[in-house]
């Protein structure tokens, strides 16, 4: 069985971009069009560390590249995403330290969550640079493309297989649910109707989700929530 160090290794790769492009990337992309890019980007996330995770799962969704407002309002989205407004921040930065926009909010999004995964303890690594917005959004396909809270593993699996990813992709993306919370209204059904859960686990959940109310009642996904670790594994 692979160790945790392993997984944690694995999540960060995902996290430099789930979806491969035609074309070569490189860390030194925007060296000679603006090397004020990056530390630009650093700048503006430190600055707000309460988006740290935010970015961090934003950039963990099916295609980072893909930044839309239908991806914003698709139904799968059931709790608010909370990160878009600060690559709207940050880009707006960039493009005034660069003094014209040629650096993609894909690539802002994928260098933002590097630098507030370290910033939450876990390891760093160098991003390439080189990734193109797309030109066009269908919320229809985010909608339908886009796994839902209540699917099951062969579900996720059908799902993620559907995207080019396999069960080790699966693993490995979840392990982004090292950081931050869910409501009660997301896992209710399960600590409560489940067989396949920790006894234990679910009892520590029902002491701030009840069988009814408490809907917006938030839970971490493991004991670190504000730590990229491994303890989700």
């Not at 690594?125 to 796994?147: I, Q, Y």
């Not at 408490?214 to 670790?229: I, M």
Request: aromatic share 8%.
């Amino acid at each position: 069985m692979a160790s945790p160090t392993h997984f944690l290794v694995v999540v960060v790769l995902l996290l430099l971009g789930v979806a491969t492009t035609a074309f070569s990337l490189s860390p030194n992309f925007y060296d000679k069009v603006c090397p004020q890019a990056l530390p630009a980007i650093r700048k503006v996330v430190e600055a707000d560390g309460s988006l740290f995770t935010s970015v961090v799962m934003v950039h963990s969704f099916w295609i980072p590249h893909l930044l839309s407002k239908p991806r914003k309002n698709a139904r799968g989205n059931l709790n608010p995403v909370r990160g878009f407004e600060v690559v709207d921040q940050i880009k707006a930065e960039v493009d005034r330290v660069c003094g014209r926009p040629v650096v993609s909010c894909a690539d802002i999004l994928a260098v933002a969550a590097r630098d507030s995964v370290v910033a939450l303890g876990g390891p760093t690594w160098k991003v390439r640079l080189g990734r193109r917005d797309s030109t066009r959004a269908r919320l229809d396909l985010a909608n339908t493309e886009l796994p839902s809270p209540s699917l099951d593993l062969p579900g996720l699996l059908n799902n993620f297989r559907k995207q080019g990813l396999n069960r080790r992709d699966l693993v490995a993306l979840s392990g982004a649910h090292t950081l931050g919370v869910s409501r009660c209204s997301i896992f209710r059904n399960r600590i409560y109707n489940a067989t396949n859960i920790d006894p234990a686990f679910a009892k520590q959940r029902r002491a701030t989700c009840p069988r009814t109310g408490g809907n917006t009642n938030l839970a971490p996904f493991d004991s670190t929530p504000a730590h990229f670790d491994t303890a989700y594994f």
